[in-house]
């Protein structure tokens, strides 16, 4: 790597440190601020908060990683172009390409690295935080207890329970329905415990029945081992969120309920915004770099507004077509990368005109 390139390069990353401490501390800030209500009501500990900023560090990185991405290319470019060392460069015989490349190439390493640091280390972070929440909230009272939970399963079974406590995952007055074609059954059971999908249900009867409903055979039991194929955890309130989970957790998450006749336009919406998001500090990279030349005399201050305006701008319109996706008005997967692709042409076309 030549020499002007480490010069460059140590601008740019320089302030992008800079800038990710920076927003970091602002946003822990804020998260703070939030839910001090909540922790003076629950009385929580030092300890209890500093663990709760811990879990919530990772997140917060990925909602800096963009902004701070696309600062630490203004701010880095723009001091070059401010004092007319970029000027100097390129009447060296550097073109604008040859010269910011090696930029670009490390900002694709830093989304690869976002992206799998977003699909392994934020969920997991994600999921203790929540778990540190629930403890809070349930410290006080009883396992929670849910009671008439009615719900459609994959093969199209469908459960009715009585009563699930979420604490030990034991249900009472279980009673499974399954249409799988001429003969249907029906389960009955006084009670149970679920590990994964398998149901171990406890004196009840197995029911079969004819085409048009009819009882045929009864058969009682104990004991019944009940495989319904799945893990439907998420039925009972015991599932993880779509930010507590990886895109393979997603995905087959999304399997479920789409086995199950429901809805998943939210889901696949998040699993392709899983890897749009963390390539958004790319995209952004590709837009600073023609803007960070267009205010020469401007300063700081300008370059400033502009990268907090773009910053803006780029996640309104993510916003805009993730609800757009969710709503089912655009597919998924476009839901997810239109606003990166519309940037990234804006991006280039500007590229271009710098070039020239």
Known sequence: MRIIHRYLLREYLTNYLFCSAGFLVLLIGNFIFEISDFLVDKRASLAIICLLVYYQIP?????????????????GLGRLTRERELDVIRTAGWSFPALTAPLLLVTLFLCIGAFYFNDLVVPAANFRYEQEIRKLIHKDFIPFIQENVVFKGPDDRFFYLRRVNEGN?????????????????????????????????????????????????????????EDVGEDLSIFLGQGKGVDEMSRAELKQYMELYAKSGLDISSFAVNYHLKVALPFAGLILAF??????????????????????????????????????????????FWAAWLPNVFFLALGIGLLFRVIK
């Open 287 to 332: 837009l600073g770099l023609p803007f960070a030349t267009m205010f020469p005399k401007s300063g700081r201050a300008i370059g400033l507004a502009v990268s907090m305006l773009l910053i803006m701008v780029y996640f309104f319109t993510t916003v805009l077509f993730r609800e757009l996706g969710v709503s089912g008005l655009v597919s998924p």
């Open 169 to 225: 995952r034991t249900v009472e007055g279980v009673m499974i329905y399954q249409n799988n074609g001429r003969f249907p059954r029906l389960i009955t059971a006084a009670s149970g415990w679920i590990e994964e999908q398998f149901w171990h249900l406890k004196k009840g009867n197995y029911y079969e029945l004819d085409a048009e409903g009819n009882i045929t055979t009864v058969t009682s039991f104990e004991e019944l081992v």
């Open 59 to 75: 997140y917060l990185l990925m909602d800096v990683f963009p902004a701070a991405v696309l600062f630490g290319v203004f701010l």
